[in-house]
């Protein structure tokens, strides 16, 4: 198996894991603070509290409307195990990226086990901390915030690799969309922005 390969396949097993884990210690039901708001206006399509997560309400509909469970509070809660997993698999991907950027191309057996082995070891520490498992499990934006945010760290490190071939700008513009779809989630996003402009002008610079 090329490293290549392997490389999803690890990504793969990271995501499948994590949501399998995530999926079994889900809320049932309504967890009680803020998930049973977003549950219930995602459900009537209502006005959540400030400063509002239209794009989660809507997810949360589409949710509520899958005939997997009877309960709409499960239904609405399973959009965070998923995007949590995905998550995790972006992180996990991240990880490897600046692993090989900061070492160098995969030649040996070593680099590879440095690189993926350092990856599966950090986005799984990062999935079972307290902090993000507690999202993981319920209905709450932070989950799919998390997701947006580690999507979008990883398409500016694979802009990166691509910054020197044709049509390298469609990068730039899913980023722009992710963070656009970001904000109707919640503001957590805008700190990718920092990281996205510093990537760019210092590959301007060696451009130049």
């Not at 809320?27 to 509290?49: K, M, N, Q, R």
């Not at 993926?116 to 986005?123: D, E, L, T």
């Not at 500016?156 to 700008?169: M, Q, T």
């Not at 510093?198 to 451009?207: A, D, E, K, N, W």
């Amino acid at each position: 198996m090329n490293k290549t390969k392997l490389n999803k396949v690890l990504a793969l097993v990271v995501l499948c894991l994590t949501f399998i884990v995530y999926y079994s210690t889900m809320a049932e039901t309504v967890s009680y603070w803020d998930c049973g708001e977003f549950i219930a206006v995602s459900h009537t399509l209502g006005v959540p509290h400030p400063p509002g997560s239209p794009f989660f309400l809507l997810l949360g509909r589409v949710a509520s409307m899958l005939p997997i469970n009877e309960d709409i509070a499960f239904r609405v809660n399973i959009l965070s195990p998923l995007s949590s997993a995905f998550a995790v698999m972006f992180l996990y991907l991240i990880i490897v990226q600046v692993v090989t950027h900061w070492r160098g191309k995969l030649e040996s057996v070593m680099d590879a086990l440095i690189a993926f082995g350092g990856g599966v070891v950090g986005s799984l520490t990062f999935a079972f901390t307290d902090s993000h498992w507690f999202n993981a499990v319920e209905a709450e934006v932070y989950a799919f915030s998390t997701f947006f945010t580690a999507i979008v760290v990883w398409l500016i490190l694979h802009w990166s690799e691509k910054a020197d071939e044709k049509g390298h700008e469609r990068y730039i513009l899913i980023i722009a969309y992710m963070i656009g779809l970001a904000t109707g989630l919640h503001l957590l996003n805008l700190l990718t922005l920092p990281f996205v402009a510093l990537i760019i002008y210092f590959l301007s610079l060696i451009h130049i």
